[in-house]
Structures are given as C-alpha cells and as structure tokens.
C-alpha cells in the first residue's frame, strides 16, 4: 500500500480496506448519503484522503442494525469479548508506527503526544478487556423469602461522539468499555479526524473479530449527531466536544429520556504556591499550556502564582515560550505542530487580542504564521479578561499572582470550568487541602493538569461536564449498564386478593 507520507509497506492496518469515502455500516464499507469530505493536513493544506460521510438516513439503518448485532454480542461469553478487547490492544500496539503517522498529519500531534495517544488506546482495550468478567451484580437482602439480585446489563446501543483533537484517545475510551460490557457502538467521529479517530478505530476491531454491526462508523456533522442522539435504538451518548455543543446534547437526550456522559471544556487553574521551585513549576506549565498547541480540554489555562514568585516565574516562562519551536511535525523536530484549522487559529487571536485590550501584557507570542500560532504568555492579566474567562483551547498562558491561599482559592474557583486542577508546593499535605476547596473533577499536587490513564474515572464539573463518568471499572459499568432488579421464590406467593 502506499503510506500518507509517500513510502510503501506491504502490509498495514488499512491495506486491502476498501474504506476511502466510506462509512462502515453493516459489517462493511459503503458509501454514505452524505457524499465524502477531503482529510486535510492543516501543516501543509495537502489532501491525505477522503472520508464517507453520514446522512439521518444512514444513522437510522446503522442503529436499527446494531440492535439487532448488540443481542448476540451480549449473550457472547465473557472470555470471548474479553478475546477481542485483548486483541484490539494487540493491533494498536501492531500498528502503532502507520496510526502514529495519521495522528501527526491528519491532527497535527507532535510525535510526543502522537505516542501518547497510542500508549492510552491500548491500554484503553486492555483495562476494558477485564471489564466482561468483572462482577456485575450483588446479593440483596430481602423481607421475603426470595433471591433479592441487582443485575448490570448492556445497556443496548451506545451513541459515541468525539472531537478533532485527540480522537483515539476520546473515541476508545468510551468505544472499548461499551463493547466490552455487551453494548453495540455508533462511532461519530470529527470529520476533519475522521481517519484516526474512525476508520483506524473500526479496522482495529473488524480485524479483531468483532462481529458485524456490532461497532458502526457514522461520520458526519451536526445533522448525525442530532439524529444519533434522537435514534430510539440508542439509549446512552457518550460525548466529548465544547460546552456549547455538549448543552445541545445534553438538552436533546434530555427531552428522549436517555442518559448523557457529557465531558466538555476547561480552564484549568495552576496554582504556584510561595514555597515552590520556578523552575520546576515552570516546566510543568509549558507542558500543561503548550503540549498539542494547547488544544486539550485539561490545559493549563490559568496560572495562578504567588506575588512572591512571580516576575521571576513569568521571566522564565516567557523564556521557555520563546524558545519552543513551531512547525509540522511529520517533517521537522518541533515542540508545537499547527491549530487545527484557520477558524480555530483566529478563535484564539481574537481571546488574545481581546486580552490584551483589557490590559493583559504579552511577554510572548500572540503572532501566528498560518495555522502555526506562537506560544503566548499574557502576563497581569486581568481576571475578567476573556483569555483568561474562557476556554481558549490554543498554545496561551494567562497568569496572575495571588497573595494569600484564600485569594488564589477565590481566583481558582471564578470560573464555570471544573475540570482539572494543578497545585505546585513544596508540601503536598496543604496543596492537597487547598485541593479540596477548589471543586474540580482532577486534581494533580505537584504536577501539571494534562494528564491520562486508563483506570482512572475522568470527568469534570460545572461547565466542564457531568461528573467522572469514563474510566475505571466502576465508571464505566455504571455509565455503559442498566441495573435490574430481579427476585426468585421457590414456590408462587400468596396475597389477599
């Protein structure tokens, strides 16, 4: 096959796949109603594809048929699903130099955060492995003389959707558990990611020997999310996207009476408290608000430093920021690739800018070649400024000093986003307590807010979602099953009438 990047390899993850321009329905490749939309490098502008796209239509078709597919996988034993889990994890780790490859072009990840995404996808599969023969009931008393039982069953069909930026890692972390726990699966990917994020996903598991229709790919923009969540065959929707987006979603399911696990933006604070290291907070903040260009839902957006530290913390981290290279990835050794697009790119100009009119300092970057925006370091910002209210989802740090705990408290908490928290002291004990009067679903002392793993429930609060709802046996049995209450009399009751 010929690779994306002009080489040739005689076997890989979609050779012999007839996906181009196509959406998988049914078990096998078609075209949608939608037509096909162009994958676009944003580093160069260069077509590395096309995608199929759905229309309702399709998603109607594709759920009708994965209820029916979702019977015969859930009554499929445990170790068998268990099988397939395993192998997926296998086929990643297989594959992971060719989907390591689309994940630097198609979505612009520097190869730090390219690996990473492949580590987590993998170990998203084998955590989800475990989950078919995990306990899924108990034992309840009864003041009859019955077996009292609370059952978890699938909960049918699953409606995923994920966003453009980190698409294997927002896509499998509901699309593993939900398989594994006997759910079929609608997948509807971003469509300018829509190979990472889709069309890897789906081969990974059609070679695993994952039934037919039991994982659908209905690409497609908000007309198919709308008809996923209205479908009556899906019965849980799983997203991942913008605030705004995620009301829509939840609002929609809402009015259908079915369950939506909403994760959705941040503004992450990070605190630097007076007994800290700059230099060592310093690193971690260039990871936390540049990794990716800053286009992650956990990015440090706020930095919050005590008065004490901070000229020299902002020196530094102006510094660093100064110093980071920008470019494609795929080509050059970089430590920030391109925004995903030029309507991302003038989002984030339009914050800074708007920042800097409300008197922010720019110490560094704000200036864009591009899609390739600079590193940018707003220094005295105000806390109303819009940089520093909103979700920015781009490569800027706006930082502020605090005087005393209660005021970085009071700053930290001024924000509807509550996803992740980051504190940096010299006394993990009282970054800890500081931690619990900051509500936020995450909480890292000692380390920066960008952080993964596949055992761990994630989720935030506020504005940032409905709670740690993926992750984690638990989380995921209770986000993927419904729960039965079932009862057994050895002989037939008796009652008054």
Same mark, same amino acid.
């Given at each position: 096959?010929?690779?994306?990047?002009?080489?040739?390899?005689?076997?890989?993850?979609?050779?012999?796949?007839?996906?181009?321009?196509?959406?998988?329905?049914?078990?096998?490749?078609?075209?949608?109603?939608?037509?096909?939309?162009?994958?676009?490098?944003?580093?160069?502008?260069?077509?590395?594809?096309?995608?199929?796209?759905?229309?309702?239509?399709?998603?109607?078709?594709?759920?009708?048929?994965?209820?029916? =597919?979702?019977? @015969?996988? #859930?009554?499929?034993?445990?170790? $068998?699903? %268990? &099988?397939?889990?395993?192998? +997926? !994890?296998? *086929?990643?780790?297989?594959?992971?130099?060719?989907?390591?490859?689309?994940?630097?072009?198609?979505?612009? =990840?520097?190869? @730090?955060? #390219?690996?990473?995404?492949?580590? $987590?996808? %993998? &170990?998203?599969?084998?955590? +989800? !492995?475990? *989950?078919?023969?995990?306990?899924?009931?108990?034992?309840?008393?009864?003041?009859?003389?019955?077996?009292?039982?609370?059952?978890?069953?699938?909960?049918?069909?699953?409606? $995923?959707?994920?966003?453009?930026?980190?698409?294997?890692?927002?896509?499998?972390?509901?699309?593993?558990?939900?398989?594994?726990?006997?759910?079929?699966?609608?997948?509807?990917?971003?469509?300018?990611?829509?190979?990472?994020?889709?069309?890897?996903?789906?081969?990974?598991?059609?070679?695993?020997?994952?039934?037919?229709?039991?994982?659908?790919?209905?690409?497609?923009?908000?007309?198919?999310?709308?008809?996923?969540?209205?479908?009556?065959?899906?019965?849980?929707?799983?997203?991942?996207?913008?605030?705004?987006?995620?009301?829509?979603?939840?609002?929609?399911?809402?009015?259908?009476?079915?369950?939506?696990?909403?994760?959705?933006?941040?503004?992450?604070?990070?605190?630097?408290?007076?007994?800290?290291?700059?230099?060592?907070?310093?690193?971690?903040?260039?990871?936390?608000?540049?990794?990716?260009?800053?286009?992650?839902?956990?990015?440090?957006?706020?930095?919050?430093?005590?008065?004490?530290?901070?000229?020299?913390?902002?020196?530094?981290?102006?510094?660093?920021?100064?110093?980071?290279?920008?470019?494609?990835?795929?080509?050059?050794?970089?430590?920030?690739?391109?925004?995903?697009?030029?309507?991302?790119?003038?989002?984030?100009?339009?914050?800074?800018?708007?920042?800097?009119?409300?008197?922010?300092?720019?110490?560094?970057?704000?200036?864009?070649?591009?899609?390739?925006?600079?590193?940018?370091?707003?220094?005295?910002?105000?806390?109303?400024?819009?940089?520093?209210?909103?979700?920015?989802?781009?490569?800027?740090?706006?930082?502020?000093?605090?005087?005393?705990?209660?005021?970085?408290?009071?700053?930290?908490?001024?924000?509807?986003?509550?996803?992740?928290?980051?504190?940096?002291?010299?006394?993990?004990?009282?970054?800890?307590?500081?931690?619990?009067?900051?509500?936020?679903?995450?909480?890292?002392?000692?380390?920066?807010?960008?952080?993964?793993?596949?055992?761990?429930?994630?989720?935030?609060?506020?504005?940032?979602?409905?709670?740690?709802?993926?992750?984690?046996?638990?989380?995921?049995?209770?986000?993927?099953?419904?729960?039965?209450?079932?009862?057994?009399?050895?002989?037939?009751?008796?009652?008054?009438?």
């Amino acid at each position: 096959m010929t690779m994306i990047d002009g080489s040739t390899a005689t076997t890989g993850l979609l050779d012999g796949a007839d996906w181009s321009g196509k959406l998988f329905l049914d078990g096998r490749w078609t075209v949608g109603h939608g037509g096909d939309v162009p994958v676009i490098e944003p580093a160069t502008g260069a077509e590395l594809g096309r995608v199929g796209i759905a229309a309702p239509e399709d998603v109607a078709r594709a759920a009708a048929s994965a209820a029916e =597919a979702q019977k @015969a996988w #859930a009554a499929t034993p445990h170790p $068998v699903r %268990a &099988a397939v889990l395993r192998k +997926a !994890a296998q *086929l990643y780790e297989q594959h992971a130099d060719e989907v390591m490859g689309w994940n630097i072009r198609e979505v612009g =990840a520097v190869p @730090a955060l #390219a690996g990473f995404a492949l580590h $987590v996808g %993998a &170990a998203e599969c084998y955590e +989800a !492995a475990a *989950l078919p023969s995990h306990p899924l009931g108990s034992i309840l008393s009864s003041e009859e003389p019955r077996l009292s039982l609370a059952q978890r069953v699938p909960a049918g069909v699953v409606g $995923v959707i994920s966003p453009f930026n980190v698409p294997i890692i927002l896509g499998i972390r509901a699309v593993a558990p939900a398989l594994a726990l006997g759910n079929a699966v609608l997948l509807k990917p971003d469509p300018r990611t829509a190979v990472t994020g889709g069309v890897t996903m789906v081969r990974i598991f059609e070679e695993a020997g994952l039934p037919a229709g039991v994982l659908q790919l209905v690409t497609g923009g908000a007309d198919v999310g709308q008809a996923l969540v209205e479908d009556p065959h899906v019965r849980v929707v799983a997203f991942t996207g913008s605030t705004r987006a995620g009301r829509i979603v939840g609002e929609l399911a809402g009015r259908h009476l079915k369950r939506a696990h909403l994760e959705l933006g941040g503004n992450s604070a990070f605190l630097i408290l007076e007994d800290a290291d700059v230099d060592q907070a310093v690193n971690l903040a260039a990871w936390g608000s540049y990794l990716h260009q800053g286009q992650i839902c956990m990015t440090v957006g706020r930095h919050i430093v005590h008065e004490s530290l901070y000229d020299e913390y902002v020196e530094k981290l102006a510094a660093k920021a100064d110093s980071m290279a920008v470019g494609n990835p795929a080509t050059d050794h970089v430590h920030l690739g391109p925004i995903i697009d030029e309507r991302q790119r003038d989002h984030i100009a339009e914050l800074v800018e708007g920042s800097i009119a409300m008197g922010a300092e720019l110490r560094a970057g704000g200036t864009f070649d591009g899609l390739f925006y600079r590193p940018t370091v707003l220094a005295n910002s105000p806390i109303d400024a819009p940089a520093f209210t909103e979700e920015v989802f781009g490569p800027v740090a706006s930082v502020t000093s605090f005087r005393t705990d209660d005021e970085a408290i009071e700053i930290a908490t001024a924000s509807e986003y509550g996803l992740s928290l980051g504190i940096v002291t010299a006394d993990a004990m009282r970054g800890l307590e500081l931690a619990q009067r900051i509500p936020t679903g995450i909480v890292h002392v000692n380390d920066q807010t960008v952080n993964d793993e596949a055992n761990t429930p994630f989720g935030g609060t506020g504005s940032s979602g409905t709670g740690g709802r993926l992750g984690g046996a638990e989380a995921n049995i209770e986000a993927f099953t419904e729960t039965r209450w079932i009862t057994v009399r050895r002989t037939p009751g008796t009652f008054p009438f």
